[in-house]
């Protein structure tokens, strides 16, 4: 039995997965934030760069991955996937544990997997810059480093908190050449507003989205990038789930549950959706259940429903499981789990039974990491974490039941730079933020007047 199964070069795959093409039902079309009509992909033309539009709006199956990109990809892909051998021996179970690991990028995460192919339509396109947001600071340096290979400027926006509390990440996405600004910041109106209202406001995603896309809209050299949720980031991410089906092939075996962290959910569709299509296609019955924190449940305590990408609600309406634009989760150390919605097409998957979604407590998700880092040697992002925590329940209820499934999961990314956070659990510090039924009725009542007639 191998513990690494290994793919060459070659076998990088050559197309992007469309999940659309396969989709009994397809989602409900976004609606323009102003009329409420169906959105028209020309309206999209200030922020994107045609390619991506296209593929935004695409029902084709299969959609060819330019070679400049897959040559840049060849640098760090295939991405090994391992047996987890020493975490099946510590939890003493029947279960077969297998990972693939996304940490060995240069940015340490699944998301150059996208930043890459996003940065060389907009180089096609003629931008001359891309305006993003970040939160725990992984979106931005795989942007930064993206942008920086097809000779375009990189301005990100970074969330408050993440700014003051990981300086590390601010200065790794300078050196690749971005500029980066705490938000709320003073370069844009709505960041001003918030400052005037709330000087010491710590910042959020939502907020931070607003003032990318403020500049962008501004700017005629200028598009915006998003790192996650929308449908072509999910399409860029499905390279991972092919490499894994053809490892799965190369170990004589195929999983019976595949799990990953939800943020967005571009690693979760990046590595089941390839095996959905086995599902949809091929009467496979593969089990996909994504894991997010209890203090940001938009899939499991969340209601299906319209509702704005961002704060300042500049971005069309999204059909999709959401806890409302303005909710505010409370500041965990996955901070790439904390945003209030959820992609459209995982959304509509989940609202099919397609897929499967659970919860976990972060202090739950370190101790899992703990067992993680003692039996495989590598260190989990905290999001990643999530998964790991989910991976164990499964596997120890084999265990219980006495019987041997086959377990695949998404080490979507390292945690070299989330030591703050390892030291809070280490040192017993750690908190978990509860939300309580009546604030998520609350704020995602904020929704109500989104709805169409
Ligand atoms: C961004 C990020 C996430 C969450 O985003 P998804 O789009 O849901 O994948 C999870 N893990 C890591 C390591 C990330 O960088």
């Excluded at 959105?39 to 029902?59: A, C, G, H, R, W």
């Excluded at 990318?212 to 949720?229: C, K, M, N, T």
Aim: proline share 7%; charged share 20%.
């Amino acid at each position: 039995m191998d513990k690494k199964i290994h793919l060459s070069e070659e076998e990088i795959p050559r197309f992007y997965y469309n999940i659309m093409a396969d989709m009994p039902n397809k989602p409900l079309p976004p609606l323009h934030p102003g009329t409420r009509q169906p959105l028209t992909p020309d309206l999209l033309e200030p922020l994107f760069p045609k390619d991506l539009i296209m593929q935004e709006v695409s029902s084709e199956r299969f959609i060819e991955i330019p070679k400049e990109v897959r040559q840049i990809y060849a640098q760090w892909r295939p991405t090994p996937m391992f047996r987890a051998t020493g975490l099946e021996k510590l939890l003493d179970t029947p279960a077969k544990i297998y990972y693939k690991y996304e940490g060995l990028s240069p940015a340490g995460s699944h998301k150059p997997n996208t930043a890459v192919a996003q940065a060389f339509y907009n180089m096609v396109s003629g931008a001359k810059r891309i305006t993003t947001e970040t939160g725990a600071g992984q979106w931005g340096t795989a942007l930064a480093y993206a942008c920086q290979i097809f000779g375009l400027e990189c301005e990100v926006y970074m969330v408050r908190v993440s700014y003051d509390h990981k300086p590390y990440r601010k200065v790794m996405m300078n050196t690749f050449g971005a500029q980066v600004y705490p938000s709320p910041s003073d370069r844009t109106e709505f960041g001003r507003k918030i400052l005037a209202e709330t000087p010491d406001s710590s910042g959020s995603l939502g907020i931070a989205i607003s003032e990318a896309i403020e500049r962008a809209v501004q700017d005629p050299h200028a598009h915006y990038a998003l790192g996650s949720v929308l449908n072509h980031v999910l399409l860029h991410q499905t390279i991972i789930g092919q490499e894994a089906i053809v490892q799965m092939e190369k170990a004589g075996d195929m999983p019976d549950i595949i799990v990953a962290p939800f943020g967005g959910g571009s690693n979760f569709a990046g590595i089941t959706f390839p095996f959905l299509h086995l599902n949809l296609t091929k009467g496979q019955n593969i089990r996909c259940v994504a894991v997010e924190p209890t203090s940001c449940p938009k899939l499991t305590r969340g209601e299906f429903r319209y509702d704005f990408g961002d704060t300042a609600g500049m971005t069309p309406l999204l059909p999709m499981y959401t806890l409302g634009h303005d909710f505010i989760p409370s500041p965990i150390h996955a901070g790439g789990l904390r945003y209030h919605g959820a992609g459209v097409l995982v959304s509509q998957l989940l609202k099919d039974g397609l897929i499967e979604a659970v919860s976990q407590r972060q202090e739950r998700c370190f101790k899992a990491g703990m067992d993680f880092i003692k039996s495989e040697g590598i260190i989990p992002a905290p999001e990643a974490t999530h998964a790991i925590a989910t991976v164990i329940d499964e596997a120890l209820k084999c265990k219980e039941e006495g019987v041997s499934k086959t377990i695949l999961f998404n080490l979507c990314g390292h945690g070299y730079f989330d030591m703050g956070s390892y030291e809070a659990y280490l040192s017993g510090k750690l908190v978990d933020g509860e939300v309580s039924a009546e604030d998520i009725r609350a704020s995602v009542a904020s929704t109500d007047g989104l709805q169409p007639a």
